[in-house]
Each structure stands twice: as C-alpha cells, then as structure tokens.
C-alpha cells in the first residue's frame, strides 16, 4: 500500500509563501488521482487540492488562485506551493490519494495517513 511522507511546512507571516513536499513509497503514484489535505483545529479534515494524472486539477473554493498543486512523477513526489498566505490556512497538512466522484474529488478509502506536516500562519 502507498505512504506518504510530509514535509515543508512552518510558520510563516500572512502573505507569505510555503512549498510542501510529499514523497510517495510502496507504489507509484503517477497510476493514482492525489490530493493536499489540512485539517484545523477542531475542524474535520478536508481536501485543498487534488491532481487527477494530470489531467485535472480543483481546488478548494477557499484556496482557488493562491495554491498550485503539481507532482514529478519521475520522483514519486507532490508538492503544493501556496501563496498569499491567510490566518484560517492553518492546520496540519497531509498528503494521499483521491478518486473522482463527479463533480468533486473526494478522499480514497480506505487509505494510510501519514504525520502530516504543520503550517501556523500568523504574524
């Protein structure tokens, strides 16, 4: 089964930008539609962006124009860039695949959850 290794984040000042990296093991994931997710304090967990192969991308209507997610196959790794950082972009950020169920992306179950990785934005 795919795990996903998390890493890139931090604390960074509103407006700010962050590059977060997953790296894939156990399966390649250039086969797999993907997906950034964050959860927030006491908040569910929800999708922020998600990669279909390729061949489509969506974002969360809260993240549309600041975040861009992309991956290299060749190194079984994702990465999502976010700009413009905001206050309510903080949470813990995780990586994993997706399926698409018109007219959204949704999570793939049943899936391994890495660490995650921690974004604060905040001044």
């Known amino acids: 089964q795919v795990q996903f290794v998390e890493s890139g984040g931090g604390l960074v000042p509103p407006g700010g930008s962050l590059r977060l990296s997953c790296t894939a093991s156990?399966?390649?994931?250039?086969?797999?539609?993907i997906a950034w997710y964050r959860q927030a304090p006491g908040k569910q967990r929800e999708l922020v962006a998600a990669?279909?192969?390729?061949?489509?991308?969506d974002y969360a209507d809260s993240v549309k124009g600041r975040f861009t997610i992309s991956r290299d196959n060749s190194e079984n790794t994702m990465y999502l860039l976010m700009n413009d950082l905001k206050p309510e972009d903080t949470g813990v950020y995780y990586c994993?695949?997706?399926?698409?169920?018109?007219?959204?992306?949704?999570?793939?179950?049943?899936?391994?959850w890495g660490q995650g990785t921690q974004v604060t934005v905040s001044s």
């Open positions: 156990g399966s390649d994931i250039s086969i797999y539609a």
């Open positions: 994993n695949r997706a399926v698409w169920t018109p007219p959204t992306f949704k999570e793939f179950e049943p899936s391994v």
């Open positions: 990669d279909a192969l390729g061949s489509l991308i």
